[in-house]
């Protein structure tokens, strides 16, 4: 069971973080930024992916694609102040063992990150 980090009085999975991190470590524009209860990974200021506090990946994704998603096994909606919030999702560590899964859902984010414009 890895360790959780706090940051706070809020804790992540600190191994998925590093995961995560060595998946993106070829990517320009990354920043990390502890938020939502996790830890958040930025392209050009925009949030992609976050090892959350919850357990899982929240993952970005374009709104209109929520649902299509969200038909996809071991997703969930992210609820945010008790309403689904469109655009964004978790993933549940089931979906996210292995390298190619977890790859698979940082790229989604990131690639919709990478459409908007820079913060």
Known sequence: MPTPVYAGHMA?????????RELLSGESGVAEKSMFGGLAFLVDGNMAVAASGHGGLMVRVPP???????????????????????????????GIRTRRQLEKWVG????????????
Request: hydrophobic share 35%; proline share 6%; glycine share 6%.
């Open 12 to 20: 992540y999975d600190d191994d998925l973080a590093y995961r995560i």
């Open 64 to 94: 209109d694609e929520t649902d299509a998603y969200l038909a996809r096994a071991h997703t969930a909606p992210m609820v945010m102040s008790g309403r689904e919030t469109r655009g964004w999702l978790r993933v549940s560590t089931e």
């Open 108 to 119: 989604v984010g990131v690639a919709y990150a990478r459409s908007l414009p820079p913060k």
